[in-house]
């Protein structure tokens, strides 16, 4: 599986791909777009060398010139959690692997989907109104990194199993006013 990784999920993620041996490009690696690179720019690249991107800037899809390059350039994509570490997004890259394969082979391009912690691939829309966008967004967190213990952070839940650590998200809850 050939794969492109942006500057917001980060050449350490890339590289770890790697040294598993997927054939992975990313901002700032050798044959690719350098850092600081706009969207715009390697939007096009990852879309002319077929392969489907990892990011964790939803913001691409509120961005209507964004939006446009990605069906332009056939690019599929696929959105990752941004309060995780990089660990944990580890785990869950390599726990839901072969769903991320089979995206690849059998959706035809464009798409753009969200991997959520408990492995739910949620597919996003490419069209429409932006504020309607920022509204369907708004439950994968927007593409905002918000510092844990924020009020609109999301709740993670980690516990102990026989199985190992598993993480569970916990849905936002508003503040309850005093």
Sequence with gaps: MKLFVDEDTGARVARALAELGVDVRHIGGRRAPRRGTVDQRWIPYAGRDGRPVLSRNL???ITDAEVDLLVREKVGIVFLPQHIDRFSLMRLLMRYWPRIERLDQ?????????????????????????????????????????????????SIRRTRSKSGLVEQELPFMPPRPP
């Design 59 to 61: 913001r691409i899809l």
């Design 106 to 154: 059998s959706e035809p391009r464009p798409f753009a989907y969200f991997l959520g912690i408990g492995g739910r691939l949620s597919k996003l829309p490419l069209s429409g109104d932006s504020a309607s966008l920022r509204r369907r967004l708004s439950r994968f967190g927007g593409g905002m990194v918000l510092p844990p213990g924020h009020p609109r952070a999301p």
